[in-house]
């Protein structure tokens, strides 16, 4: 007999995108003459081409792949030495972390998953709410909770309400925690920490000799120059922090997959007996275990972001999403709603009006509108009473979306 890991079933139904899809479908089905359209505000993919300085590089990638004197096979699991060393000299100056403290992936999402593989349970987990599901329910399936509660709460795990009255940004909690997850700028609420923050969150770390696991994947659309893009611009970070980036919102790589975590060798956990054991070892031999590195075209048109067109390039699409941003947080103050984040971060989350629920506004907009949201529900329970708006998107359907908005109300 085989057995299954039951932790599985513990999770809910991945209810928030495939009940969005649902409800699309329906309405489309019931409303043909507006099926066409609805605009996906939703889901939080880039929509824009990918740098031309990358397409250049992954085509040049696939020409060596073709020829025997440049055929590249297996590379290392830890990724390309030119694209960890880019990496370090473009992301990480002057923070002390060197190029093979950077482990190259093929995206975050598996890595701020796998990562649980390195270690125990018993852990207390601390994770923000509202949040990016992934973190969540990977707990879920390693037997790091207990069941779900009626509001999709689960047992065991340290939640920290991130509120309006909190900026969106949790203290450190009373309690003892193991492990942190910490999102900024934030997936889904957009709110960033500052440096005073972010302190309080390494002090808290080192107090009770927890860990931080840093998901930086929207760094790059940090507009203000007081907030810090890294942990490790943080003193004490480099003992108790590990910290995830990805190119798939910066440079457009939903769909070509690279990512990386950083790991100091500094940063270290205790074994059954109480010994330091350092991370970097366990996620190094994790990564040569289960892992043979992301496809070499993939790593040299990483690479190619760093270079002095791809860079240009890079900051145009930030500026272009950003852009959409300003245009949403506009139409959505305009219509007398609180409007949060959009302002580093490419995600406007906004409060629905007194009494409305997330799913209600949803609704909502969807049929006088045409217009896909989030519900803020969808990320946690404190996320009820908002809804997120994505910026990723055209210019003309953001456009569209905010004539619609003012039309709602009008
Ligand atoms: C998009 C996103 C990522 C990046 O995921 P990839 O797997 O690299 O595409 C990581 N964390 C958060 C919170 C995200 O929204």
Known sequence: ????????????????????????????????????????????DVTE??????????HEGVDEQANRET??????????????????DNQYQSMSIS?????ISDGSK???GNILDIFGNGNTIAITDPVYPVYVDTNVMEGNTGDADEKGAYGG???????????????PPTEKADLIYLCFPNNPTGATANKEQLKAWVDYAKANDAIILYDAAYEAFIQDPEIPHSIFEIEGAHDCAIEFRSFSKNGGFTGIRCGYVV?????????????????????????????????????????????????AQVNALIEHYMGNAKLLREAATELGLAVYGGENAPYVWIACPEGVSS????????EEAQVVVTPGSGFGSAGEGYFRVSAFNSRQNVQEVCKRLSALVG
């Not at 799913?359 to 969807?366: G, H």
Request: hydrophobic share 40%; net charge positive; charged share 20%.
């Open 71 to 88: 055929f590249h096979g297996y590379g290392p699991e830890q990724g390309y030495e030119f694209l960890r060393q880019a990496i370090v």
């Open 99 to 103: 190029a093979d403290e950077v482990f």
């Open 263 to 311: 790991i100091p060798k500094t940063v270290t956990g205790s074994d059954a007996n109480g010994n330091r054991v350092p991370l970097h070892q366990l996620w190094n031999r994790r990564t040569s275990t289960k892992f043979n590195g992301a496809s070499y075209p993939v790593q040299k048109g990483a690479a190619a972001i760093f270079s002095e067109e791809g860079k």
């Open 359 to 366: 799913w209600d506004m949803f609704d909502k907009m969807l």
């Open 157 to 171: 795990l340290l939640y920290l309400p991130c509120t309006a009255e909190n900026g969106f940004v949790a203290a």
């Open 110 to 112: 598996c890595d701020t």
């Open 49 to 58: 081409p990918l740098p031309a300085a990358v397409v250049k590089a992954m």
């Open 1 to 44: 007999m085989a057995t299954i890991n039951s932790n599985f079933l513990k999770l809910k139904a991945g209810y928030l995108f495939p009940e969005i899809a649902r409800r699309v479908k329906a309405y489309s089905e019931a409303n043909p003459e507006k099926a066409g359209k609805i605009i996906r505000c939703g889901i939080g």
